[in-house]
């Protein structure tokens, strides 16, 4: 078990360029999701992922947010023409998804994003 | 006004210190409640989750529910410096549609040698 893992690590891009980010989630947990935090707050959501349907999104992924999941294993997160305000970490968290009580998520290491 | 709330610390006590940190939360339909610890940096790692009121403990750690007042603890005796961290209330269902989790904004602990 290698946990979640979450490229890049790091992300500075100057306005108006678009990014895209990658999670792999812990093998077999159908469950994915992708949260945004910034200084000093938790994570919130952004939206989520059973094998590869994406089943909610939070009104906080506006039109230049699209995720994607093709094979119910990896998933991307692209934001087109970034602002300043898209700074933050973006972490993304796989679960075990139907059938257990607490449908536990754990995260993997985030991207940090700097928007110029 | 936020779903949950956490005590926003700082919080700085000497090591071997009783540290307690405390959430509420508005939404009595919540069924689950986790604790996370975020190192800087880094991503939030579970540290504890219960579903029910009353405590559970882990070593060091114990997790307080309280339904009927909608209140979450966290407490940790003989407090290291490793564990000087960000602290992550969150809560969450598991039945329905929204499996998402709902945090609160985090309590920075330093333990100090």
């Known amino acids: 078990d290698t946990g979640v893992s979450q490229d890049p690590r790091h992300k500075i891009t100057k306005r108006g360029q678009n990014v895209t980010f990658r999670c792999d989630p812990i093998s077999e947990h159908n469950r994915l999701y992708w949260y945004r935090q910034t200084l000093g707050q938790g994570p919130e959501f952004l939206t989520y992922?059973?094998?590869?349907?994406?089943?909610?999104k939070s009104r906080l992924l506006s039109d230049r947010f699209s995720a994607e999941r093709p094979k119910g294993s990896f998933s991307t997160l692209e934001i087109q023409r970034t602002e300043q305000g898209d700074s933050a970490m973006y972490l993304c968290?796989?679960?075990?998804?139907?059938?257990?009580?607490?449908?536990?998520?754990?995260f993997g290491p985030g991207t940090r994003l700097t928007v110029l | 006004q936020k779903e949950v709330e956490q005590d926003p610390g700082p919080l700085s006590v000497p090591e071997g210190a009783i540290v307690s940190l405390n959430c509420t939360y508005s939404?009595?339909?919540?069924?689950?409640f986790m604790w996370y610890r975020q190192y800087s940096r880094k991503g939030p790692e579970l540290l504890m989750y219960t579903y029910s009121s009353g405590n559970k403990e882990d070593g060091r750690f114990t997790a307080q529910v309280d339904k009927s007042s909608k209140y979450i603890s966290l407490f940790i005796r003989d407090s290291q410096p490793s564990d000087s961290a960000t602290y992550l209330c969150a809560t969450g269902f598991f039945s329905g549609s929204a499996r998402q989790l709902t945090f609160g904004s985090g309590t920075q602990l330093t333990v100090l040698p």
């Open positions: 968290a796989s679960s075990d998804g139907p059938g257990q009580s607490t449908d536990t998520q754990y």
């Open positions: 939404n009595s339909a919540f069924q689950y």
């Open positions: 992922f059973q094998n590869e349907a994406q089943l909610e």
